[in-house]
Antibody
């Protein structure tokens, strides 16, 4: 059974740092594209970052230069290192698996499995 | 970024009703459109991918249609467990996937 379990959230002051973890089971993180998606309180969903199976990483403009996505293949775990945190980074952070469905000659990405989320609160 | 606009933002309906939610993209995204259901305090759940393909395990009362810029999610006969918030998501721009603002489906 596929499962994603996030941890590491909490209260942090503006300018501080936090590292989120996402432990996976039932599949291999390094063989998949993996993303972080966040949701501010009472708001919609915002994609944050992706790491490809080959190791390439990409970020939303809102976090570029401050956040770093990585993985530990031996632990089958995804990470999000968050530095220089701002109040607007306050959100529930979800890790999600990117699944690529092949049909009609194209690959169609979607997020097929999600963790339960971990809350990050940036406040003084 | 590709902007996704859902309508309505909220909707009241009764058990057994047929409900349609619309999603419009700011540019053509072919069939790169997914739908998710989210219940309070829970993670989103994939319902529909590639605009019209039903994710495994999702009841057949859910269906999706559309291509280009206009898409719909239809629930053919609302069940009590369907009251939730629904999000569309474009995956055409894989390095900048974006979601609609959500449609909250409430019990009338």
């Amino acid at each position: 059974e596929v499962q994603l379990v996030e941890s590491g959230g909490g209260l942090v002051q503006p300018g501080g740092s936090l590292r989120l973890s996402c432990a996976a089971s039932g599949f291999t993180v390094s063989s998949n594209y993996m993303s972080w998606v966040r949701q501010a309180p009472g708001k919609g969903l915002e994609w944050v970052s992706v790491i490809y199976s080959g190791g390439s990483t990409y970020y939303a403009d809102s976090v570029k230069g401050r956040f770093t996505i990585s993985r530990d293949n031996s632990k089958n775990t995804l990470y999000l290192q968050m530095n220089s945190l701002r109040a607007e980074d306050t959100a529930v952070y979800y890790c999600a698996r990117d699944r690529y469905y092949y049909g009609s000659g194209s690959y169609y990405p979607s997020f097929d499995y999600w963790g339960q989320g971990t809350l990050v609160t940036v406040s003084s | 970024d590709i902007q996704m606009t859902q309508s309505p933002s909220s909707l009241s309906a009764s058990v057994g009703d047929r409900v349609t939610i619309t999603c419009r993209a700011s540019q053509s995204i072919s069939s790169y459109l997914n739908w998710y259901q989210q219940k309070p305090g829970k993670a989103p759940k994939l319902l529909i991918y590639a605009a019209s393909s039903l994710q495994s395990g999702v009841p057949s009362r859910f269906s999706g249609s559309g291509s280009g810029t206009d898409f719909t999610l239809t629930i053919s006969s609302l069940q009590p467990e369907d009251f939730a918030t629904y999000y569309c998501q474009q995956s055409y721009s894989t390095l900048g996937v974006t979601f609609g603002q959500g449609t909250k489906l409430e019990i009338k």
